[in-house]
């Protein structure tokens, strides 16, 4: 196997830190799935998630990124492991989260003034 396919030869790097530059002018810095809001002091947390799975699909239009944080992530590319342990469906791109619309936080504060 290729050094590529595991993200640790020099050129794989290179590329990376070229989408992920990009995604992050294109994007605002809110994880997709939780909505978890990064500033540059903790934008390392935020990463790149090609919605196909296809590292080498990059179009400069960034349809297919998005900005996930490294827990949602992880839980991402979870559901494939998942599927070839239990005999899952799973589809490319397709989620069975709906994105974070609650903010608990939100009226923090008036309720702070209580």
Not at 56 to 68: C, F, K, M, Q, V
Request: glycine fraction near 4%.
């Amino acid at each position: 196997m290729s050094s590529d396919r595991f993200g640790t030869s020099a050129h794989y790097k290179q590329q990376e830190k070229g989408y992920r530059d990009r995604a992050l002018k294109l994007f605002p810095w809110v994880c997709g799935r939780c909505a978890r809001e990064f500033e540059y002091s903790n934008i390392k947390e935020l990463t790149v998630h090609h919605i196909d799975h296809d590292h080498t699909n990059n179009p400069n239009d960034g349809s297919n990124w998005e900005l996930l944080c490294i827990y949602c992530h992880d839980n991402e590319h979870a559901k494939y492991t998942e599927h070839a342990q239990y005999q899952t469906e799973i589809k490319a791109g397709e989620t069975n989260q709906d994105t974070a619309t609650y903010n608990p936080f939100a009226d923090l504060k008036s309720m702070l003034k209580k």
